[in-house]
Every structure is written in structure tokens, then in C-alpha cells.
């Protein structure tokens, strides 16, 4: 006898059922998976967006001069990325990206790190949308799961996409790119590279000549911009040739070739922009590896390769597949058997691409575009020629791409069964990876916290040493600092600025004979190192400021005079000799050197506002005004040229003007007390009381407000 099934209990189970069905209904939509790609790619890097300026973000972030004002856009094309640097980096769309971000944020590192992240999530959803219409002719219906289907075959590859594009977007070995603000040459050069394919298959779609044409020319201009974003963009030039004729099956011949005279043009078009910055001798070749060595380190990279994509653990910035330690110690041999490993892992990582690509299968196609994306991309930086490291995790942005294309290949030819369980894996993978993400994202919260991590990890460079070093000289710990110095000093006892630093945290411990010592070794030495080492310079300015404040100006002045000729434009040199003029010799004598500095780098901010204050001491009020506008007109942000124009208005007693261009201070620096300060002194003279009370009392709430914020970041560094 058989019992009838309690009506409520199927009432119970059904709805259970269908909502699995409900959210997999859901995420097929394509938004929901934009969406889901943006919100990760955003909640990944959070712990990344207050953190602080590090290593080259100094200078790109805050004190680069060509990021603003819009009027120096075209400049910033005439100048390599790193002014004060040895290297070629050519990156105008990077200065650009900058220049948006302070015009928007000012000086605040919140609104750069967001821009970054923003950059990121962009690439993957451009990445999502790419890989949705080059799938569909690299995997085909036979690996569909309903290959009679074609709308069926078209789901399965957007749900490939998604995935694939997921992984990429969460995954850790990218923080450098993402969480460094310096790193963001790669997203840049991912998003206009991913974009302009984009537009070139969109042109194919188009009936109308005007939409094909205007689709043509916007590829050609984000090709450009891609280019100038960084120079690993050509590699996209290649990956996208390769397959344009390798697997693109709706271009005709004709057409085939008309985009590739295009995508020569543009190139031809970036080589002439790069002959616009002044010349470089650079550092010259770093490495006399021999062919034999150099085939090692290529496996070696690879192998590190492979294993930070399959695996991301010890992340940091300074890898390196050189071991040039001595076998001696314990710790030494550890080293040599890891470098061994990787090659090792580098041989089997290459045998297994070319083991993928060879073998047939319905996959087969899919394997071998990945596995050529990823070898193609990766050569440059392969050690087959001499770069500033020979490896770098930031340096997979572009070729984890067709490691992952490569990767999927080799699943989908898995049966049916264990699809579902690579899904999960896939899942799970998507998981873990964005929590390693989420922890090496805090990584980039202070100075201090990332290179002691670094060294941490085992990324002991000289670099790091030194940067820790500034650190704690920063904080007064000066004999931290000279500990740190020794160490790097012993690691490489010709590297000049670890011996300028040292001298430094001497003098400031009191010991000024060998400080003295040291600074003389240093600038003795400089001559012969400017050629290897940038800032060399640093150790004159120094040795000329310790004959300062022995009172021996006569002394200082002669040792600047003498390093303006051996280091001609140098700022910094240039500035102190010309103060020291001033004081002995009037501004007369002092703007001679300045002018001179000013007409050949119209652009600089500084020299600007020097002159306007020698014209002024002078008594000249239209030339000083008139650099004090040059001032305003270089910075969007900038209130020194406003508050010495205020001054100028002040000591002629034209107290309105004063008023209302000091008002115009405020508005450019709302948050800065020390603007509040100078309109209340300027109300004070014109009678207005009560509006200048209100003025200091403005001073002190963003006092107060300033030693709150102060203090909830001491507590959430201490958490």
C-alpha cells in the first residue's frame, strides 16, 4: 500500500530546487556579470585605497611637475616618465591619467589609488567583453554543451569568458599594477589596447561607411594612447596580428591587410613621438651574461612564472632569478636549490605549452592562441635582453592572459563529469584568489609596513634596504637609519646614494666628523657614478650645506658654482646657489642662474615662483606679478603665486584686491589653515572684525579636525 507524499512537504522542496536554478538564471545575464566583475575587482583592492605614497609615487603622484595644469598636456610629451632618472620610460598617457586625478583630488592618494583600482576593474570588463567575441571561434561548438545549439554554444563561451575574465581580475600576482599608484602604466596600456580591438571588431559589424570609418580611427587613436601608456603595448600590436592571421576567419585578405598597414602607421606614428624627449645615454648594458646564462634565467623566469600564476604566494617587489651569493651558509644553499627549482619548473611550464599546443583536440585551438599570447608577451621581459630586473610579478599583467586562455584549453576537452568538478574548482580558485588579493592589498598601507614586508619575503635589494632606511630617518630614528645604511653600503659599497644617507644620519646623530668623511668620499666619487646611479648630485648639495652652516658661504658657493657646470639643470643646485646670491649679492646676482633655468624648462613651478619673489625684493611689481600668474597657470591647486600676489596687493595697501585674491586661495586650498590665517590678517587691516574672527575660527576647526583624522589613523595602524 502506498502512501500519498505530504502535500506541504512538496511544497517545501520545490522552491528549494528552483532557487539554485534562479541564481544561475540571474547570472547569466550579462550585467549581473559586469557587475559582478566590477564590485570584486573594487572590494579586492579596498584595503589598498587610503594607503600612502611609496617608492616612485613620490614623485609621480606628488612632485610631478607635468600633472598640474592641463595647459602642460602637450609637454608631456617631450619628457620621459622619471625626470631625475637614467631610464627611457616614455609614458605620456601616465602623466595624463595623473594629471585627471589631481585635478580631481588634489594631493589626496584616496582619489589616485581609486583611479587605479578604476583602471583595473575597466581592463577586466573590457577583457570580459573581448574574450566573448574571439571565444566563439577558438573553442567552436564541439565543445559546447549543447553543440545542435547555437544560442547554447554562444551562453557556454560567455560563461567561459566570465570566468576567465574573473580569475584574471582577482587574481594577487597583479597588486603591483593595481595597489602600486606608479604601477598603473599596465592597466592603462591593457584598457586602450583591449578597447581599440574592441572598436576594430566593432568597425567589421558596421554597414554604414561614416560608423566604420569613425570606429577605424577611434582603434588607431586608443592603439596610440595604448603605446604611450607603456611600451609592452607593441606586444599587443603583435598577439593581436598573430591572431588576426592565425585564426580570424570573417576579415577578408584585403581587409587583413589594410589593418595591418594601420596598426604600422600607428606604430611608426608612436616611434616619432618617442624621438621628442632629450636624449639619454642610459646606464648601458647592466649584464654580461652569456648566451648559455641567458637561456637559464629565460627558464627560470618562466618557471617563477608559472608558479606565481597556478600558486601566488611570497609576493613582493624586488623578485630576482639570480642568486650571485656564495654557497656557503645554510640560507645561501636554500637560495641556490630554489633558483635551480625554477628551473626545473621553467622546463616543465615550457613542455607542457608546447606539449598543449601540439596535441589535438577539439581545444587545440584555444591552447595554442593562449599558450602563443602568453610566450609572445612574455619574451620581452624574459631576460633576453638587459632590463632594470629580471623578473617582476607586474610584468604578468598582460601575459596571464593567455596562461589562463592556455589553462581553459586544456579543461575543456575534460569529460563531462569532470566539468563539473574543474567549475568548482574554477569557483573555488575565484575564491582564494581574491582573498590572497584582499591580503596583499594591505601590503601597500605605509611605507614602513611594505618594505618590511618585502624584506620579509625575501626581497632584500638594496632598494628596499635604502627605502626603509628614509623611513625611519624620517621618523628621527636616526640610528635605525644608519643601520640600514651599513647594511646596503655592504651589499653595494659603490651605490652613492646609500652613502649620501648614511652621511645624512650621521650628521643628524652628531657625529659630524665622519659625517664629514663620508659626504667628501661620496662627492668625490660622484663623477664617476653619475653614469650608473641617478641623483649623484646629492652629494655636492649635501657637502655644500654642511660649509653653510659652518658659516663658510664663500666655500659653498664656490663648490655649487663648480656643480652647475658638471651637473647642468639641476634644480636643486641651481635654487641654493641662488639664494646664497641673494643674500651676499642682491637678486640681481641670484636671477641671472634662475632665468637662465626658467627659459629652457618654462614648465617649472618652482623657478617660477623664485623669480616672482626676486622681482619683488627688487620692487618690480609687473614682472613679479607676472610670474606669480605663470605660478597660478602651472598649478590648478597652487596658492603661492596667489598669496604672493595677496602680499603684493597688501604693501601697496589695495586691500580689496588683496581680499579677493586671497579669497581665491581658499577656494583653490578650502582645507589648508594657513589660508584662513592670511585672509583673517588682510580683514584685520581693512576694519572687518568680526569676518576675521570668523576666519581663525575656521583655523581652528581644521586644526582640531586635522588632529582627529590624525589620531583614527594612529588607531586603525594599531588594529
Known amino acids: 500500500m502506498e502512501l500519498a507524499p505530504d502535500s506541504s512537504t512538496i511544497a517545501d522542496v520545490a522552491p528549494q530546487k528552483s532557487r539554485p ?58 619628457h620621459h616618465l622619471l625626470l631625475d632618472s637614467l631610464s627611457m620610460h616614455y609614458r605620456p598617457v601616465q602623466n595624463m591619467s595623473y594629471m585627471l586625478d589631481y585635478f580631481f583630488w588634489n594631493t589626496d592618494t584616496y582619489g589616485f589609488h581609486l583611479s587605479n583600482v578604476l583602471w583595473h576593474v575597466g581592463s577586466g570588463l573590457l577583457l570580459f567583453a573581448l574574450l566573448q567575441r574571439l571565444l566563439p571561434g577558438l573553442i567552436g561548438p564541439a565543445l559546447s554543451t549543447s553543440p545542435n545549439s547555437e544560442n547554447n554554444s554562444s551562453k557556454f563561451s560567455s560563461l567561459i569568458a566570465f570566468f576567465l575574465a574573473l580569475i584574471w581580475v582577482v587574481h594577487p600576482v597583479h597588486s603591483a599594477a593595481v595597489d602600486y599608484i606608479s604601477g598603473r602604466a599596465d592597466s592603462l596600456a591593457f584598457f586602450f589596447a583591449a578597447g581599440a580591438w574592441l572598436l576594430l571588431l566593432a568597425a567589421r559589424s558596421r554597414s554604414g561607411a561614416l560608423a566604420r570609418t569613425a570606429c577605424y580611427t577611434l582603434a588607431a587613436f586608443s592603439l596610440l594612447l595604448a603605446l604611450c601608456s607603456r611600451e609592452s603595448a607593441c606586444m599587443w600590436v603583435v598577439v593581436f596580428l598573430f591572431h588576426l592571421f592565425g585564426f580570424e576567419k570573417k576579415f577578408s585578405r584585403r581587409a587583413k591587410l589594410f589593418v595591418l598597414g594601420g596598426c604600422l602607421a600607428v606604430v611608426g606614428i608612436y616611434a616619432g613621438l618617442r624621438q621628442l624627449p632629450e636624449r639619454r645615454p642610459g646606464p648601458g648594458p647592466t649584464n654580461d651574461w652569456a648566451a648559455p646564462v641567458r637561456a637559464v634565467l629565460m627558464l627560470r623566469a618562466l618557471g617563477d612564472y608559472g608558479r606565481l600564476m597556478v600558486f601566488p604566494s611570497n609576493l613582493h617587489m624586488e623578485r630576482t632569478v639570480v642568486n650571485t651569493e656564495a654557497t656557503q651558509s645554510r640560507f645561501e644553499w636554500r637560495r641556490t636549490i630554489e633558483s635551480e627549482y625554477l628551473t626545473v619548473t621553467g622546463l616543465l611550464v615550457l613542455a607542457g605549452l608546447i606539449a598543449g599546443a601540439m ?105 628596499v634596504v635604502l627605502n626603509l632606511g628614509q623611513v625611519y630617518a624620517a621618523k628621527g630614528e636616526y640610528h635605525h637609519a644608519e643601520m640600514l645604511y651599513r647594511r646596503a653600503l655592504q651589499l653595494c659599497p659603490s651605490y652613492l646614494m646609500a652613502r649620501n644617507n648614511l652621511a645624512d644620519a650621521l650628521y643628524r646623530q652628531g657625529k659630524i666628523d665622519e659625517a664629514d668623511r663620508t659626504f667628501r668620499e661620496a662627492s668625490a666619487a660622484a663623477p664617476k657614478a653619475r653614469k650608473e646611479y641617478p641623483r649623484t648630485w646629492v652629494a655636492v648639495l649635501n657637502v655644500a650645506k654642511m660649509r653653510i652652516e659652518a658659516n663658510d658661504t664663500p666655500g659653498a658657493l664656490e663648490i655649487l658654482v663648480k656643480a652647475r657646470r658638471d651637473y647642468p639643470g639641476v634644480w636643486r643646485l641651481i635654487s641654493l646657489e641662488s639664494e646664497l646670491l641673494r643674500k651676499t649679492q642682491g637678486p640681481d646676482a641670484a636671477l641671472l642662474s634662475v632665468e637662465e633655468f626658467a627659459r629652457d624648462n618654462w614648465w617649472h613651478i618652482e623657478a617660477a615662483l623664485a623669480i616672482g619673489k626676486l622681482y619683488a625684493e627688487k620692487n618690480d611689481v609687473a614682472k613679479a606679478e ?37 579669497r581665491r586661495a581658499i577656494a583653490r586650498q578650502p582645507d589648508e589653515p594657513r589660508q584662513y590665517l592670511i585672509l583673517s590678517d588682510i580683514l584685520e587691516k581693512m576694519g572687518r572684525g568680526d569676518e576675521a574672527r570668523a576666519a581663525l575660527a575656521q583655523v581652528q576647526h581644521l586644526q582640531s579636525l586635522v588632529k582627529t583624522q590624525s589620531s583614527m589613523s594612529s588607531d586603525m595602524l594599531a588594529n
Not at 545575464?29 to 559582478?36: D, E, M, N
Open 359 to 463: 596535441r589535438k583536440g577539439p581545444g587545440r585551438s584555444l591552447r595554442f592562441f593562449g599558450g602563443a599570447w602568453f610566450v609572445l608577451a612574455y619574451l620581452p621581459t624574459s631576460n633576453v635582453v638587459d632590463l632594470n630586473a629580471t623578473v617582476a610579478e607586474h610584468w604578468l599583467y598582460f601575459p596571464s592572459v593567455g596562461f589562463i586562455l592556455f589553462v581553459a584549453g586544456c579543461l575543456a576537452e575534460l569529460p563531462r563529469r569532470a566539468l563539473r568538478v574543474a567549475a568548482t574548482a574554477a569557483c573555488l580558485a575565484v575564491v582564494g584568489l581574491s582573498a590572497r588579493s584582499y591580503v596583499r592589498s594591505g601590503d601597500w598601507l605605509t611605507n614602513e609596513i611594505f618594505y618590511t614586508r618585502t624584506l620579509q619575503a625575501g626581497g632584500g635589494s638594496i632598494r
Open 21 to 78: 536554478r534562479k541564481a544561475l538564471a540571474i547570472l547569466q545575464r550579462t550585467w549581473v556579470r559586469y557587475a559582478a566583475l566590477a564590485l570584486l575587482g573594487l572590494a579586492i583592492h579596498f584595503p589598498a585605497l587610503p594607503g600612502e605614497l611609496i617608492w616612485d609615487d613620490t614623485f609621480l603622484a606628488r612632485d610631478n611637475p607635468f600633472i598640474r595644469s592641463p595647459v602642460l598636456v602637450f609637454e608631456a610629451f617631450r
Open 626 to 662: 607676472a610670474a606669480f600668474r605663470q605660478v597660478s597657470r602651472l598649478d590648478i591647486h597652487d596658492v603661492n603665486g596667489l598669496n604672493q600676489t595677496a602680499l603684493l596687493r597688501i604693501n601697496q595697501h589695495r586691500f580689496e584686491e588683496a581680499c579677493a585674491i586671497q
